[in-house]
C-alpha cells in the first residue's frame, strides 16, 4: 500500500517560516521524483516544487522561487519542503506527490499524500 504522509502545517505569520515532511511508504522511494504542490480555496492545484532522484537537481515555482528548498532523505523515504518568507498568498492545503517523471503537470504524479494545510496570516 502506497502512502505518502505529510506533516509540519499550521499557521505562521506573515514572513514566518514552516517546514513540511513527507514520509513515503509502499514503493521504490529512490526511483520516484517526488514534489509539493498546493491548492488554494476555490483555484487549481498548483506546483510549487519537484526534485530528482538523488537530490541533485531541483525546479520550483516562480511564485516560490527563492522562498522555498526542497529536499530528501533516500534512506528515511522522507522530502522536505522548508518555507521561508511565507506571505497570506501562501494559504494553501499543501500536498506531497511521487512520480517517476514528475514535473509540473499534475498529470506526471502518480501518487498523492492526504494535504497538510499551511495558513499565513496578515
Known amino acids: 500500500q502506497v502512502l505518502l504522509v505529510e506533516s509540519g502545517g499550521g499557521l505562521v505569520q506573515d514572513g514566518g517560516s514552516l517546514k513540511l515532511s513527507c514520509k513515503a511508504s509502499g514503493f521504490s522511494f529512490g526511483s520516484y521524483y517526488m514534489g509539493w504542490f498546493r491548492q488554494a480555496p476555490g483555484k487549481e492545484r498548483e506546483f510549487v516544487a519537484v526534485i530528482s532522484v538523488r537530490g541533485w537537481s531541483a525546479d520550483y515555482g516562480d511564485s516560490v522561487k527563492g522562498r522555498f528548498t526542497i529536499s530528501r532523505e533516500n534512506a528515511v523515504s522522507t522530502v522536505y519542503l522548508q518555507m521561508n518568507s511565507l506571505k497570506p498568498e501562501d494559504t494553501a492545503v499543501y500536498y506531497c506527490?511521487?512520480?517517476?517523471?514528475?514535473?509540473?503537470?499534475?498529470?506526471?504524479?502518480?501518487?498523492w499524500g492526504q494535504g497538510t494545510q499551511v495558513t499565513v496570516s496578515s
Open positions: 506527490a511521487a512520480g517517476t517523471a514528475l514535473q509540473r503537470s499534475i498529470a506526471t504524479v502518480d501518487y
